[in-house]
């Protein structure tokens, strides 16, 4: 039998050129925080690893605003950490109601479905919030145990108000479960004062940390559900039982579960500890800054935002809309191989009809902004120059 031969690609060096990551995600991450990555690998149970996932879980109360003890990472992306909620607090046929109107709520109906969840939809524009009358309305008539809702879409850039939901929701005996993955440190959040029961984020969006690894928080009420369960949690690895009691959140000895990723959860550290010094309060006006910056310059290029309404926008995610006669991907393989600038196309309901800008990670700057809208507009005009754009104005700074 032939043997096979060591690959040659694997005999030259790695070559990963910089990019400017303006997409929805992941982000740019700060030099400091690529430098955690570069710290000894630790194993389980050093107790240099247990001291800093410590601090991890103080930054992660701190941008979600909450007292929890419940409060931990997840080793996966964040939908790892959409399945951990949905499994350990759904039992068979038990009922959810999912706010959809984006993808990530899609989602959401696909895995509660797969747990054996009785899923109850509610329906919404792309464009639009829910009003709270309506959600109300839905929960008193389905009466469901669990609502999803999506805080913040990447894939539309919507932002949905959470201001009294979590009341209304255990006014009805139900949780409240949010995606803050694409909104938290882009716009206020407030987990207990909204009394939400259970969220995540994604460390790759707006904290700056590389992917792979999850914030997410639990409220007392949410952690006695999942201890009363009559059945365990379907997935070994997302049981929020185990991890917690991992991640020091119970008065229990720390058993091994599974081998976590000490070098993320360093640079997750890093990220945090930026915020920290910076201010939470200060990182979101900068960021709603840079989204007005962002406005104004599109405005001014003839181009307009597939949310109409600036209350229902997200600031850290913009959906472009794409002109009549415009092939979308053009301008966006132009822009990177000339700019080393990501533009990024649509998805779910933005699917080839708009661009996503995401101001997020490294790239919540003016000078961001200001760069993005150059090279978005040279793009357009080099592989569209028979379109008539609106010059930027140069006191704006768009050069």
């Known amino acids: 039998m032939d043997t096979i031969t060591p690959p040659v690609s694997l005999l030259k060096p790695m070559n990963i050129p910089e990019k400017i ?49 419940t409060t931990m990472c997840i080793s996966g992306s964040a939908h790892a950490a959409m399945e951990a909620l949905l499994c350990n607090l759904l039992e068979e ?44 309305k ?24 959470l201001e009294g939901l979590g009341r ?16 938290l440190c882009g716009v206020p959040f407030y987990m207990d004062k909204w009394e939400i029961d259970g969220v995540y984020t994604g460390s790759q969006k707006v904290l700056g940390a590389p992917p792979g690894i999850t914030p997410i928080s639990i409220s007392d009420k949410a952690l006695a559900t999942i201890r009363a369960r009559k059945t365990k949690s379907k997935v070994f690895y997302w049981d929020l039982l185990l991890l917690g009691n991992y991640w020091g959140c119970y008065d229990e000895q720390k058993m091994y579960h599974h081998t976590v990723s000490s070098n993320l959860i360093f640079a997750l550290r890093e990220a945090l500890a930026q915020i920290v010094e910076e201010g939470l309060d200060a990182q979101i006006q900068r960021r709603q800054e840079c989204a007005r910056a962002l406005y104004r310059g599109l405005s001014e290029m ?67 902004v200001n760069y993005y809208l150059y090279a ?24």
């Open 21 to 69: 990551m303006m997409g929805p995600g992941p982000s740019n991450c700060s030099k400091r925080v690529l430098t955690a990555l570069t710290n000894t690998s630790l194993s389980n149970f050093h107790a240099e690893l247990f001291q800093v996932i410590d601090e991890v879980k103080d930054g992660i109360r701190y941008v979600f605003q909450t007292r929890n003890r």
């Open 302 to 368: 003839g181009l307009e935002i597939f949310i109409k309404n600036p209350k229902h926008r997200l600031s850290t995610v913009t959906g472009i809309m794409i002109p009549e006669g415009v092939t979308w991907w053009k301008v966006s393989q132009y822009a990177m191989k000339n700019f080393s600038l990501e533009i990024q196309g649509g998805l779910g309901p933005t699917w080839e009809k708009a661009w996503r800008v995401g101001i997020m990670g490294e790239c919540s700057t003016l000078q961001k």
């Open 168 to 183: 209304v929701c255990h006014e009805n005996d139900c949780l409240l479960l949010v995606d803050a993955v694409a909104s």
């Open 376 to 399: 978005f507009r040279e793009s357009l005009k080099a592989t569209h120059p028979e379109y008539e754009f609106v010059e930027l104005k140069h006191q704006n700074g768009y050069h």
């Open 138 to 161: 839905a929960i008193e008539q389905h009466k469901p145990k669990c609502l999803f809702v999506t805080h913040g879409d990447s894939s539309s850039g919507l932002l949905q108000p």
């Open 93 to 136: 046929g038990e009922r959810v109601l999912i706010a959809v109107n984006g993808i990530w709520a899609e989602r959401a109906v696909e895995m509660a479905t797969r747990y054996g969840a009785d899923v109850r939809i509610l329906e919404g524009p792309d464009d639009k919030p829910f009003p709270l009358a309506d959600l109300k």
